[in-house]
């Protein structure tokens, strides 16, 4: 055991990429298998990451969750804020700006639209839970957003790592829900056109969630939902925890 520990805290980072990649193959699976496609791979992966962090947390008494277990020191790098926002910048130079146009005044509008509702209506909640500072509510409204732009928002600003938690969960409940509930209210709202597709994914926001969604609504919907999902996250970690935090500032100090 000594010289295996040896060996992983000389290889932790890629110790910690083989655990990231054994989750997320089996989350694949159960969300196949058990599942059924319903409810997308990264929202098991995300909500089975929360539990083996407080899990690790619980059983060493630390606070880096499962990375305090020497054996899965590794992940605490794989988690850390570099990875994060590399991953963020990644995705979004994925986009086009070609689609981006295509989107044309209905997608850019049913981005504000869609960041504007669910962001207060997280810190409306948030406010009634009890939390009244500024930072916290910002968290967890862009939580409510997507579960990206909760951490990025609540690294930038400072939260408490139990509100970033927090915003995490709320953001992977949002993309069970709308990965669920799209198939079946998909003709009551009139989903059956790419440029309604791209006002739903600009209003819902959650990548995976809008395109699992579609994917069982018609998969040909698929693309130009994620086009204004895409953005969707760019917008809200731009917005967010800049101009959202400055008039949550001016209102609750």
């Not at 962090?53 to 992940?75: C, E, M, N, R, V």
């Not at 669920?180 to 309604?196: E, N, W």
Request: net charge positive; with cysteine.
């Amino acid at each position: 055991m000594e010289e295996l520990l040896k060996v992983v805290d000389k290889n932790g980072l890629i110790v910690g990429f083989f655990c990231i990649g054994v989750l997320a193959f089996g989350s694949e699976i159960l969300s196949k298998k058990f599942f059924q496609g319903k409810i997308p791979g990264s929202a098991i992966a995300i909500f089975l990451g929360l539990v083996l962090g407080y899990l690790g947390g619980l059983f060493t008494g630390g606070s880096k969750g499962i990375a305090d277990i020497p054996i899965f020191q590794g992940i605490g790098t794989l988690g850390g804020s570099m990875f994060r926002d590399f991953a963020i910048v990644a995705t979004a130079m994925g986009a086009s700006y070609v689609l981006v146009k295509k989107s044309g005044l209905l997608g850019f509008a049913s981005l504000l639209f869609g960041i504007l509702i669910f962001f207060f209506s997280g810190v409306a909640v948030a406010y009634m839970w009890g939390i009244s500072d500024p930072i916290s509510l910002c968290t967890i409204g862009a939580g409510a957003c997507t579960y990206i732009v909760g951490p990025v928002t609540g690294a930038a600003l400072g939260a408490d790592s139990d509100i970033i938690a927090l915003s995490i969960a709320i953001g992977v409940v949002k993309t069970i829900a709308v990965t669920i509930f799209t198939p079946v209210f998909a003709k009551k709202i009139g989903l059956k056109s790419p440029g309604s597709a791209m006002a739903y994914g600009g209003i819902m926001g959650t990548s995976s969630g809008v395109a699992a969604g579609l994917a069982a609504t018609d998969p040909k919907l698929v693309p130009y939902g994620a086009v204004t999902a895409t953005f969707y996250t760019g917008l809200g970690c731009l917005i967010c925890p800049s101009l959202f935090y400055l008039v949550l500032e001016f209102i609750f100090s």
